[in-house]
């Protein structure tokens, strides 16, 4: 499966124990469902807000995996943990999102790359009543839906169809998971541990990649290249690669 193996089971075992106590519930994404696009203009003040999720002073996760084997996935499934949107009308709760994705090709050459292209469409989503506040680099996700979105049928629904969509128009992804949980403060912060991995491996990739630093002495992110080989592998191609523009 590849980077992120370990976190992936992760996931699926968080997802079957809230399974087993009857948090879960599941959509199957409809192609061709659209919702109204508010790309320049998409802001929901305050007393416009009918559900606020992540708030500052909540829990909040959110993260990308991606797995090598698109049949691990079933694609457009949207996994709700607690409450959808319209059963959450006045409240401000904490939230979890992760998006797994299943492509074929990635390798220690292409993955950085893929992931930043894969990282960015979070910012493109641009749906009316929707509005995202703030995203971290820490694994949180802040936003906010408007009353009107709800009264005209905006769900968890909407939200995971759009993001599935938007993923699937790169070549190299041919399924797409999206999991929210509104469950409670808990099981967000349960989530935000696993998260807390995959963003470990992303740091390391962003350290070798960006700064070219291959100094594991002096690296803290040591331990995590030492137990994914990806990364390992990952760090060889990009010496290899930077010897070659010195010569």
């Known amino acids: 499966m590849g980077l992120f193996d370990k976190q992936y089971r992760e996931v699926s075992g968080f997802l079957e124990s809230r399974r087993k106590a009857g948090k879960v519930s599941e959509l199957r994404h409809q192609q061709g469902v659209s919702w ?15 559900v606020e999720l992540g708030n500052p002073r909540d829990a909040s996760a959110s993260f990308l995996l991606w797995v090598d084997d698109p049949g ?25 999102r992760v998006v797994i994705v299943g ?30 506040r703030a995203v971290s680099q820490h694994g949180r996700e802040w936003s906010r839906v408007s009353r009107e979105a709800l009264e005209t049928g905006f769900s968890f629904g ?4 759009s993001i599935i969509d938007k993923y699937l128009e790169i070549e190299y992804i041919q399924a797409v998971e999206v999991i929210f949980v509104t ?31 291959f100094d594991c002495d002096t690296c803290e992110y040591t331990d995590v ?4 080989a990806e990364l390992r592998a990952m760090r060889g191609a990009l010496q290899r690669k930077e010897a070659a523009a010195g010569a």
């Open 103 to 132: 492509g074929t090709g990635f390798d220690a050459e292409n993955s950085y790359e893929r992931y930043r292209e894969m990282e960015l469409l979070r910012y493109d989503i641009h749906l009316k009543g929707y509005m995202m």
């Open 36 to 50: 109204p696009s508010e790309k320049n203009r998409n802001l929901v003040l305050g007393p416009d807000t009918a």
């Open 158 to 161: 909407v939200l995971g169809g």
């Open 225 to 228: 290249c030492g137990d994914v």
């Open 72 to 96: 691990l996935l079933k694609n457009g499934r949207i996994t709700v943990v607690g409450p959808d949107l319209p059963q959450l009308v006045g409240q401000r709760v904490s939230f979890g």
């Open 183 to 213: 469950a409670g403060r808990e099981d967000v912060l349960a989530l935000g541990q696993i998260g807390e991995g995959a963003l470990s491996i992303i740091g390391a990739m962003n350290k070798m990649a960006d700064e070219m630093s």
